[in-house]
């Protein structure tokens, strides 16, 4: 993510996906849970936040669910996470 080559960062823009029970569990700085500042991107669901930052719904919703899925299998299987007590 922080690699650049010519044309510059691929992965840029990049986004960090969390709902409100992330938020209050963890919490971020610079962003309350309770007024959420403006430049927090934010929607009520995964399709009209995939509008707000301009990517395919489809994809987001895929990625999302396949993300949810690797945390109940305490298994990342794109980025090997989740092998030890440590990743967990």
Same mark, same amino acid.
């Given at each position: 993510?922080?690699?650049?080559? /010519?044309?510059?960062? *691929?992965?840029?823009?990049?986004?960090? @996906?969390?709902?409100?029970?992330f938020l209050r569990r963890y919490p971020l700085p610079g @962003?309350?849970? +309770?007024? $959420?500042?403006?430049?927090?991107?934010?929607?009520?669901?995964?399709?009209?936040?995939?509008? +707000? @930052?301009? +990517?395919? *719904?489809?994809?987001?919703?895929?990625? $999302?669910?396949?993300?949810?899925?690797?945390? $109940? /299998?305490?298994?990342?299987?794109?980025?090997?996470?989740?092998?030890?007590?440590?990743?967990?």
């Open positions: 993510m922080h690699r650049r080559d /010519e044309g510059g960062c *691929p992965n840029d823009p990049a986004y960090m @996906i969390f709902d409100e029970q @962003i309350n849970p +309770v007024a $959420v500042p403006g430049w927090v991107a934010s929607a009520g669901s995964l399709s009209a936040l995939a509008d +707000v @930052i301009g +990517v395919a *719904p489809d994809g987001l919703e895929q990625t $999302v669910a396949r993300w949810n899925k690797a945390c $109940v /299998e305490r298994a990342d299987p794109d980025f090997g996470r989740g092998g030890n007590l440590y990743d967990r």
